[in-house]
């Protein structure tokens, strides 16, 4: 991939997390991308089945659906998430 594309990717990325980010916090607790690394949680894998797994909405997480998907959505993203 190149570098053009892999940045345009990473920015998708973020404004995604920002997105969902928000749509979970009331209002007055509003992120931006410059907060998104302090709301973010730290914890990026998980273990399932004594597999380690990405955890949901985190940046490489995020990044692999774009990359299958460019076009793909918020909603779309929480769908995915919900059939594994």
Do not use: C, H
């Amino acid at each position: 991939m190149r570098g053009k594309k892999a940045k345009e990717l990473r920015k998708k990325a973020r404004n995604m997390q920002v997105a969902w980010i928000n749509s979970l916090l009331p209002e007055e607790e509003y992120v931006t991308l410059e907060g998104l690394a302090d709301a973010m949680p730290d914890q990026k894998y998980f273990m399932q089945q004594r597999t380690l797994r990405l955890s949901f909405m985190s940046d490489k997480w995020i990044e692999k659906q774009i990359k299958k998907n460019n076009n793909i959505t918020l909603k779309e993203l929480m769908k995915r998430y919900e059939q594994y």
